[in-house]
């Protein structure tokens, strides 16, 4: 075994099902593949342990532990689905108004399930600049917030991702910004639900759209998350 690889087995759960021998088969033959990448294969170790947890009967499905308020739907709901500007705001000159996203390494397009805009808390957001290359971020705040922190640092030649990019390529022009929420994620009554959601998806997005370094901004990601 290289050194560095991590000998604990990653711990994979689902439900039980009459398909759990076939899944542990195709998990075992094809385990491989994920220590074929470098940083993967440190995380995950060397073989899988598989445990299965009893599936949700009647009364799981019937009751549940916490309190969902259902929304009601009105006719002043708002339907509209995307990203938008909100109109009057420092942001808005950098928010790109789109219903869909191209560029996913699993699907050609992207579909924002979601109305977002400028003042949308809990979002995932795609950052794309003039030239291609793209970086992922979050947040809990409302979406400006985020962007113009991007906008201060670069003006501030600040040493991040973004704003040493924009200041080494493109002489500190924030107008080759372009910046996309492509995810609404809300909140719940959990403590630090939202957090863990927002990595999770942040992580996804950074795969699906291979936004790590040396292909986008992003400097990494974590797995943990996930475990």
Known sequence: MAVGVNKLP?????EFSSQHKEISGILQKHWHILEQDADLREAVGSHPLITYRR???????????HYNNPTKLTWLTNS????????????CPYVQKSTIFSGRRD???????????????????????ICGIRYIGKTKREFRRRILEHVGDIRNKRNTSIANHIN?????NCGVMKFIGVEHIKSTTRVGDLDNKLLKREAEWIYWTNSKVPGGL??????????
């Open 55 to 65: 599936s949700k009967n009647l009364h799981d499905r019937l009751t549940h532990s």
């Open 168 to 172: 080494s390529l493109h002489e500190g």
């Open 218 to 227: 992003n400097e990494g990601f974590t797995f943990s998350p996930f475990l």
């Open 10 to 14: 990653i711990r994979v759960i689902g």
């Open 80 to 91: 509209t689905k995307g990203c938008h500007r909100c109109g009057n705001c420092l942001a």
């Open 107 to 129: 699907i050609n397009e992207y579909i924002i399930q979601q109305f977002i805009n400028c003042k949308t808390m809990g979002v995932i957001y795609v950052m794309e600049c």
